[in-house]
């Protein structure tokens, strides 16, 4: 089993949609969660921390539930910018460097 | 700041050839990873360090080298180039490990 699971997708949604991303990790001795975006071609970029309380920035809101060892991204309002590959990723301290990303999850957001 | 920088941006080599792929950051980060990406596989992590001096390895380590003799820099070796070592290799950075990584832009490479 992979240690970060996301659904592959892709997600096809209409400008102005709202789209929800779902992740899941087996290691329960995990500490942070991050969400990350990438598009095409290019590096990933940090678009996230994601907070035991869920935090909010903008249209974008992330969501932990540690007992269901389950992360979630909710995009509201989406616009054409957002279509690019969303990235989960766990992070462990007390392995020093080691971050771990899920698959990613492709958006396509049409007009 | 410049970030995290890679070079080259691309590369082709022969099988059998060995090359390294730089990798600076002018951050004063203490720690720095190697990732590869490859289609329907994800980010996948090579080698890490937590600082000069210090490394270990990642979850696929097998034919690669590395080394930390600064905090600047994180060269990653291929020692004997194979046609599976063809992809896209990102290496990261970041000041402390309850932070996300900053990624540099990419090395494209490919084994023929």
């Known amino acids: 089993r992979k240690e970060v699971e996301q659904d592959p997708g892709p997600f096809n949604v209409p400008e102005g949609a709202t789209v929800a991303f779902n992740c899941t990790y087996s290691n329960s001795a995990s500490q942070s969660f991050f969400w990350y975006r990438q598009d095409c071609r290019k590096e990933p970029k940090l678009l996230m921390s994601?907070?035991?309380s869920g935090n909010e920035d903008g249209r974008f809101t992330a969501q932990l539930n540690r007992a269901s060892q389950y992360i979630s991204l909710l995009i509201r309002d989406s616009k054409l910018s957002d279509s690019a590959t969303y990235l989960c990723?766990?992070?462990?301290?007390?392995?020093?460097?080691?971050?771990?990303f899920g698959q990613g999850t492709e958006l396509s957001v049409k007009p | 700041n410049a970030g995290v920088t890679q070079t080259p941006k691309f590369q082709v080599l022969k099988t059998g050839q060995s090359m390294t792929l730089q990798c600076a950051q002018d951050m004063n980060h203490e720690y720095m990873s190697w990732y590869r990406q490859d289609p329907g596989m994800g980010l996948r992590l090579i080698h890490y360090s937590v600082g000069a001096g210090i490394t270990d390895q990642g979850e696929v380590p097998n034919g690669y080298n590395v080394s930390r003799s600064t905090t600047e820099d994180f060269p990653l070796r291929l020692l004997s180039a194979a046609p599976s070592q063809t992809s896209v290799y990102f290496c990261?950075?970041?000041?402390?490990?309850?932070?996300?990584?900053?990624f540099g832009s990419g090395t494209r490479l490919t084994v023929v």
């Open positions: 990261a950075s970041r000041p402390s490990p309850y932070v996300g990584y900053t």
């Open positions: 990723v766990v992070n462990h301290y007390n392995q020093g460097g080691k971050l771990i």
């Open positions: 994601v907070y035991s």
